[in-house]
C-alpha cells in the first residue's frame, strides 16, 4: 500500500511540475522590432576609427502588444534580446564586407545607454546578413517605454563607395506574468 501511495505522490508532484512549466511558457512571448539605417558613403573617412550611426526612435507600443499577451507592464518581470539580425538592402549586391567589427547599444529617455549586441573580427566573406552575438541583460526598462533609439559603433576596413541601406532586426523574449497568474 505504501508503494501506491508513493507512486501516487511521486505523479502528483511530477504533473504539478509539469503544469507550472506549462504556465511559464504561457507567460513568455517574443516582441519584434524593425528599423532602417543608412550609412552615406562619405561618413567613413577613416578606416579602423569607430563611426556611429543612430537609428530613429523606435515605438515600442509596448501596451497594445503586452494586451495582445494576455499581459500589462506592471506583470512584465523580465526582457532580453533574443536575436538581432543585420542585412544589406541596398545597394544591390551590397554586402557587410566593409565591415571589421560592430556594436549596438541601446538607450531610452532618462536611462543610462547599454550594449546589447556586437560581431568582432568579421571576415570578407560577402554576407548580405548577419546575426549578432547578445547580451543577457534585463532590457525591461527601456522596452517598456514609449520609445527607444539604437546607436551602431562600427570599425570599417574598407571605403563605401555608395550608401548602403541596412535593415536591424531585434527579437525580445518577454516574460511577464499573464493578468497575475
Do not use: H
Amino acid at each position: 500500500m505504501r508503494k501506491k501511495g508513493l507512486i501516487i505522490l511521486l505523479l502528483a508532484g511530477m504533473s504539478t511540475l509539469f503544469s507550472c512549466k506549462q504556465i511559464d511558457k504561457l507567460t513568455q512571448f517574443n516582441l519584434d522590432y524593425s528599423t532602417n539605417v543608412t550609412i552615406k558613403s562619405a561618413a567613413i573617412v577613416n578606416l579602423n576609427t569607430p563611426f556611429n550611426f543612430y537609428t530613429p526612435a523606435i515605438k515600442t507600443n509596448s501596451n497594445s502588444e503586452l494586451e495582445v499577451n494576455d499581459s500589462r507592464k506592471d506583470l512584465v518581470e523580465q526582457i532580453k534580446v533574443k536575436s538581432l539580425k543585420m542585412k544589406v538592402t541596398s545597394p544591390a549586391g551590397g554586402n557587410f564586407d566593409f565591415l571589421k567589427s560592430i556594436k549596438i547599444y541601446i538607450s531610452a529617455e532618462g536611462l543610462e545607454e547599454k550594449t546589447i549586441a556586437w560581431k568582432t573580427d568579421m571576415k570578407d566573406d560577402g554576407s548580405t546578413t548577419i546575426t549578432l552575438e547578445t547580451s543577457d541583460d534585463n532590457l525591461k526598462d527601456y522596452i517598456l517605454k514609449d520609445s527607444f533609439k539604437l546607436r551602431t559603433e562600427t570599425v570599417t576596413d574598407q571605403i563605401l563607395t555608395q550608401d548602403t541601406d541596412i535593415e536591424i532586426d531585434a527579437v525580445f523574449w518577454v516574460d511577464a506574468k499573464i493578468l497575475g497568474v
